[in-house]
Nanobody, 129 residues
C-alpha cells in the first residue's frame, strides 16, 4: 500500500521559513515524479511545485517562484519543499503527490493535479502577519 506522509508544517510569522518533508513508501521512489499542492480555506487545490524523477527538472507556480524550493533524496524516499519569505497568503494545507514516470521521461514534471495518482493527507502551514 502506497503511503505519502507529510511533515514540517506549522505556524510562522510573515517572512519566516519552513521545510516540509514527504516520506513515501514507494518501492521504486526514483521512478516517480513528485509534486506539492496546496489548498487554502474556501479555495480549490492548486499546484505549488513539481520535480522530475531524476531531480533534474523542476517547475513552480508563479506565486512561489524565488521563495520556495523543491528537492528530493531518492535514497531516502523523500521529497522536500523549502518555504522562505512566507506570506499570509501562503497559508494553506500542503499536499504531497506522486505519479509513476517512464525512465525515459527523466525531465518530466507534472503540473496538473489529475495526473497524480497518489496523495498524502496534508500538513497545515499558517502564516501570520
Amino acid at each position: 500500500q502506497v503511503q505519502l506522509v507529510e511533515s514540517g508544517g506549522g505556524s510562522v510569522q510573515a517572512g519566516g521559513s519552513l521545510r516540509l518533508s514527504c516520506a513515501a513508501s514507494l518501492r521504486t521512489f526514483g521512478s516517480y515524479a513528485m509534486g506539492w499542492f496546496r489548498q487554502a480555506a474556501g479555495n480549490e487545490r492548486e499546484f505549488v511545485a513539481g520535480i522530475s524523477w531524476s531531480g533534474g527538472s523542476t517547475n513552480y507556480a508563479d506565486s512561489v517562484k524565488g521563495r520556495f524550493t523543491i528537492s528530493r533524496n531518492n535514497a531516502k524516499n523523500t521529497v522536500y519543499l523549502q518555504l522562505n519569505s512566507l506570506k499570509p497568503e501562503d497559508t494553506a494545507v500542503y499536499y504531497c503527490a506522486a505519479d509513476w514516470i517512464k525512465y525515459s521521461d527523466a525531465c518530466t514534471v507534472l503540473i496538473r493535479e489529475r495526473l497524480y495518482e497518489y496523495w498524502g493527507q496534508g500538513t497545515q502551514v499558517t502564516v501570520s502577519s
